[in-house]
C-alpha cells in the first residue's frame, strides 16, 4: 500500500510511472462481455439472484469445465461468488472454527492469511522454495500438520511466483490432507494464463477438494467482482447458508455478462491476451536476468515474476521504495507476501505494454548502475 500510494502520489505531480505492481490485467474488459452488461442493465436485470448464483450461469460455469477438460461437473456443485474473495472468505468460514489452522504457502497471497484472521482462525506459513516450485507438497504438509489443522490452501499457478502445481505433487498433497481427514483448497484464479504447458484443474483428480476461480484475470474482469468455487456435494447447503448471511447474492449484471464471458467465441479474444502476456513474459524473464536478478524457476502463468534481488540489496522495501522515487517504476516487495526471504525478493506484475516494459527495464537498469 506504501509503494501505491507513493506511485499514485508520483504520477499526481506529473511524473510517468510504470505500473509493475499492479496485479490485474491492463486492458480493458472485452468487448462482448460489456456488450452483455449493458443488455443486462437495459432489460432491469438489477435485483438479487439466489445467493448461490444465477443457476443459468451455474450451468454454463459446468458446461466450460466440459468444453476445457471434459469434466461433467454438477451444476449444483458450482457456487457463484463476488470475487475469488468472495470464494475464499466462505471456504475459510465453512471450514474453520476460531483457534483451528489452515497451511499456506510462504510466499503466497497474503489476503487468504488475513481473511482467516479476521475469523479468528489461524494461519501456518510454511517456507517454500524453488525446489517445490514455490508450491506445498506431501512431505511439508504432513511435517506441519497438527490437531488443530483443517485445511490446506494453494494456488496454481501462484501469485507471487507465476509457478504451476505440478499435477502429480497435487495428487500427493490431496492424500496426505484425505488421511488427515482436512480439506484441500485450491486456487485457479490464473487458469488459462497458463503459457508453454497445458492447463488442469484439480477437479480432473479428485471431487473432494475445494476449487476456487474467478471472472477476474483470464477472463478481465476484476472490477465485475465474480468469481466462483466447486465445492464437495456435502457442502452445498452450508455454503448457501453463510453466502446468505456475509453478501446476499453475488453481483447481478455481472453474471448476466459472465454468461457471454463463458462462450467460445468471446474466448477467442481472451487468448489472444493471453498470448500478449506470454510475449511480455518472453521478453521480461530474460531481461531481468540479464540485468543481475535470479529467477529461480521459470514462471508459466498469470503475470508474475518473483526476483531474487539480493544482489542489490538485502532490504528489498526500501530498495522498491527508492526505485519507484529515483526511476518511476513501482513493483511490490516480497514482504507483502510473507516473511520467507522476503527481503531479497520482489514482483513484476507484466500488467504494461511491451513498449512500456522495455522501457522500465532501461530504468531499472540505470538505477542499478548509479
Ligand atoms: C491468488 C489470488 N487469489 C485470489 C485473488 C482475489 O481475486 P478476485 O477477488 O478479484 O477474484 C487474487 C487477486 O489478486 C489472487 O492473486
Not at 497451511?103 to 475469523?119: E, S, T
Request: net charge negative; aromatic share 10%.
Amino acid at each position: 500500500m506504501d509503494i501505491l500510494a507513493q506511485a499514485k502520489k508520483l504520477s499526481q505531480q506529473g511524473r510517468t510511472i510504470y505500473h509493475m505492481e499492479v496485479g490485474e490485467p491492463d486492458f480493458p474488459t472485452a468487448e462482448s462481455i460489456v456488450n452483455a452488461g449493458i443488455d443486462a442493465l437495459k432489460q432491469s436485470r438489477t435485483h438479487y439472484t439466489p445467493a448461490l448464483g444465477l443457476p443459468e450461469l451455474r450451468n454454463t460455469v459446468a458446461e466450460y469445465y466440459d468444453r476445457k477438460f471434459s469434466l461433467n461437473i454438477n451444476p449444483d456443485r458450482i457456487i457463484i461468488t463476488p470475487g475469488a474473495s468472495g470464494a475464499i472468505q466462505l471456504v475459510i468460514a465453512c471450514l474453520l472454527d476460531a483457534g483451528e489452522n489452515i497451511l499456506l504457502a510462504d510466499p503466497g497471497y497474503p489476503c487468504n492469511r488475513n481473511i482467516a484472521q479476521v475469523l479468528a482462525a489461524e494461519t501456518i506459513a510454511i517456507p517454500v522454495d524453488a525446489e517445490s516450485y514455490y508450491q506445498l507438497n506431501a512431505e511439508v504438509v504432513a511435517k506441519n500438520w497438527n490437531d488443530k489443522t483443517r485445511a490446506v490452501m494453494v494456488a496454481t499457478p501462484s501469485n507471487p511466483t507465476g509457478t504451476l502445481l505440478p499435477a502429480e505433487q497435487l495428487i500427493e498433497l490431496a492424500q496426505v490432507v484425505a488421511r488427515n481427514k482436512g480439506r484441500l483448497i485450491v486456487d485457479e484464479i490464473y487458469q488459462g494464463l497458463v503459457y508453454d504447458v497445458e492447463d488442469y484443474t484439480a477437479l480432473e483428480f479428485s471431487d473432494e477438494c475445494f476449487v476456487i476461480n474467478s471472472f477476474s484475470k483470464y477472463f478481465g474482469m476484476t472490477g465485475w467482482r465474480l468469481g466462483w468455487m466447486v465445492v464437495p456435494e456435502a457442502y452445498i447447503d452450508v455454503i448457501d447458508r453463510i453466502a446468505q448471511n456475509i453478501y446476499l447474492a453475488p453481483p447481478t449484471v455481472s453474471q448476466y455478462a459472465a454468461l457471454t464471458a463463458l462462450t467460445a467465441e468471446t474466448q477467442i479474444e481472451l487468448d489472444r491476451r493471453r498470448d500478449e502476456f506470454k510475449r511480455r513474459r518472453d521478453f521480461l524473464l530474460p531481461a531481468l536476468e540479464s540485468l543481475g536478478f535470479s529467477i529461480a524457476v521459470k514462471p508459466q502463468g498469470a503475470f508474475y515474476i518473483y526476483a531474487n534481488c539480493e544482489r542489490f540489496t538485502d532490504d528489498s522495501f526500501s530498495w522498491v521504495k527508492e526505485l519507484l522515487n529515483a526511476q518511476g517504476v513501482a513493483l511490490t516487495p516480497g514482504i507483502d507476501f510473507g516473511q520467507y526471504l522476503a527481503n531479497k525478493h520482489c514482483r513484476f506484475a507484466y500488467t504494461q505494454s511491451l513498449e512500456q516494459l522495455e522501457q522500465a527495464v532501461e530504468r531499472i537498469d540505470a538505477f542499478i548502475r548509479r
